[in-house]
Each structure stands twice: as C-alpha cells, then as structure tokens.
C-alpha cells in the first residue's frame, strides 16, 4: 500500500481547495478522513507552518508558507520527515507554476485542476523510490522538526461543528414546536361572506350587462370588464383570505366602502407558522 494516498493544494487565507490529486480510495475511514482534511483547511491560518493530525489509520499533514498550503493523506506507517519533504516539493513545484496573483483572484474551487498531473508525479515519486535515495533529503527535514516539531492534533481536533469557525457562536437547533389556526373570528367571518357577496353581484352584473348588448361597441367592452375586474379581484381576495395566513392586516374592499381586520383581530382569527 502506498504511504502518500492523497495530496492537495489549498489557499491558507479562506482554505479554497487550488488543486488536487486524483484518489482510488473509498473506504469508510480515508473519506472520513478527506472530510476533516476539508474542515482543517478552513482553521489552517491559526496553525504556523507545519502540522499533522494523527488518527488511527492515517494521518494529515499541512505545510503552508504565505497564502499557500499543501495538505497530504498519509499512512501510519509513513515517516513524518518523508511527508514533509513532499509536501515541500509539491509546495516549490505549485508556486513555480503559478504567481501570487493568480493564486489571490482565485475565485472558484480548483481553478488549477491541471496541476493534478505533477501532484501524481511527486506522489508517484515519493511512493516508489526508495527512501535511501532521498536520504539527504530526508535528513534536512528531518533535522528542522528537530529544531522546530510541527504542531500535533488528532482527527477529533479538527472536526469542527457548523459555525464555531470564523468567530461565530454555535447554535443548538431544536425542533420547532407544532402551531394549529384558531377559529376565525366572527368579523372575520363577516368580512368573507360580505366579499363573496360583493363578487358574486359583480358577475351577475357583468353577465347581464353582456346578454342584452346585441352589438358590442368598445364602450360597452369597458363596462363589462368594470364588473368583471372587480369580480376576479374579490375572488382573489377570498383565495388569499382562506388559503394564506392572516397574519398581517387585511383590507377587504367592497364595492363603496371597505372592512379593514386589525392586528388584534387577525391574531385572535389565528396564525399559521
């Protein structure tokens, strides 16, 4: 089994995903472990330089210097000072083929996809080529976590609940409790049928005003519909009365005057949440 199963390049600032390596592992425990890589991508300016998270089967490690970082999946089983020393080479490879600015307008996740084929070519290096012939450079390494060890969390570190990070408090969400519509109130009542009523004599009108034109002039058209708007308005109305909460203050218009249901009066008919 390779010791490096997965690399990736992130933006340190917002922990926007760059590019990545192309992984053949599906395992339960490597995608839980690809989705806390993602978390700790989003935490990696509060950490300097390097660090590793250890969990039982694989451990991540993080290299970042200025606003890039590089991130890595690796087994238990491989030596920290040869995950770095990847980290590194696919650091000086990714920062040779891109500038600061084109790395800072980066606006969507993994704008620099094409890099994938160096990532595997480094990877592909580091798994395959034996470790005496990069002894040297494993020794420099080596002797750098001596001098300066890298930060150490575990896997629960770096799972991190909805909204704790970026400086917002956490919230418990609780069921929502369960509301029922009260009985209408009898204005309520009034104002309906008073609505209906106005309707329903707005079509007769128009109906009769449409029979005994025998021949229809534009005049005669604009009669028709003063019913006939009206008419389609109160239905309406009725609609949104009996299908919409009365939560806000309704005006029920009439044909001359209006009925307008107060505050008081649309709490006491009920509301709908």
Request: proline residues 4%; contains cysteine.
């Amino acid at each position: 089994m390779s010791m490096i199963l997965f690399a990736c390049v992130v933006r340190v600032r917002d922990g926007l995903p760059l590019s990545a390596s192309t992984d053949f592992y599906h395992t339960q425990d490597f995608l839980e472990c690809r989705r806390r890589l993602k978390t700790l991508a989003l935490r990696l300016a509060q950490y300097p330089g390097r660090g590793s998270a250890e969990g039982r089967d694989f451990n991540i490690h993080f290299s970042s210097l200025r606003d890039v970082a590089c991130m890595a999946i690796c087994s238990r089983q491989c030596p920290a000072a040869m995950a770095f020393c990847f980290l590194e080479t696919v650091w000086w490879e990714f920062t040779a083929s891109y500038d600061t600015t084109c790395i800072g307008l980066a606006s969507r996740p993994y704008a620099f996809l094409e890099f994938d084929s160096i990532i595997q070519k480094v990877k592909w290096h580091f798994n395959h080529v034996s470790s005496i012939q990069m002894e040297s450079s494993l020794e420099k390494i080596q002797e750098e976590l001596d001098f300066q060890p890298p930060v150490v969390l575990t896997l629960e570190d770096t799972d991190v609940a909805n909204g704790i990070m970026n400086g917002h408090t956490q919230i418990h969400l609780e069921p929502a409790p369960n509301f029922r519509m009260e009985p209408v109130t009898a204005l309520g009542v009034l104002s309906l049928i008073l609505n209906i009523m106005c309707a329903a004599l707005n079509l007769i009108r128009g109906i009769h005003l449409a029979e005994h034109s025998l021949q229809v002039a534009h005049e005669e058209i604009g009669n028709i519909l003063a019913f006939l708007i009206p008419f389609i308005a109160c239905i309406f109305q009725c609609y949104l009365y009996l299908f919409y909460s009365p939560a806000r203050p309704q005006k029920v218009l009439l044909s001359g005057f209006s009925v307008f249901v107060s505050d008081t009066d649309q709490a006491a008919s009920g509301e709908a949440v």
